[in-house]
């Protein structure tokens, strides 16, 4: 079975960035789309970012040009690089991989303060 380890997140202060790290225990070639999602309390889980395996990408509109996500093939990882942080971004950040099947990360706190 897959496994998802997230790591990277914490608190930054608005304005910082933090990077985001998703290491998978499988050949990520193989999976469809790794995804990073985020959950703020009270509110439903979000796609924020996604990349595919021919290596298109998509963002929510609320983090372009300020949210990169990228693959790195031979260490079965994917990173989110976040700049520019908001508060508004606060939030539990999980990766997920998925084919006909979606597996999830355990998720990583990231917190941002005005």
């Known amino acids: 079975q897959v496994q998802l380890v997230e790591s990277g997140g914490g608190l930054v202060q608005a304005g910082g960035s933090l990077r985001l790290s998703c290491a998978a225990s499988?050949?990520?070639?193989?999976?469809?789309?790794m995804s990073w999602y985020r959950q703020a309390p009270g509110k439903q889980r979000e796609l924020v970012a996604r990349?595919?395996?021919?290596?298109?990408?998509n963002y929510a509109d609320s983090v372009k040009d300020r949210f990169t996500i990228s693959r790195d093939n031979a260490k079965n990882t994917v990173n989110l690089q976040m700049n520019s942080l908001k508060p508004e971004d606060t939030a539990v950040y999980y990766c997920?991989?998925?084919?006909?099947?979606?597996?999830w990360g355990q998720g990583t706190q990231v917190t941002v303060s005005s």
């Open positions: 997920a991989a998925t084919s006909i099947w979606t597996v």
């Open positions: 990349i595919t395996s021919d290596g298109s990408t």
């Open positions: 499988t050949n990520i070639n193989r999976v469809n789309a």
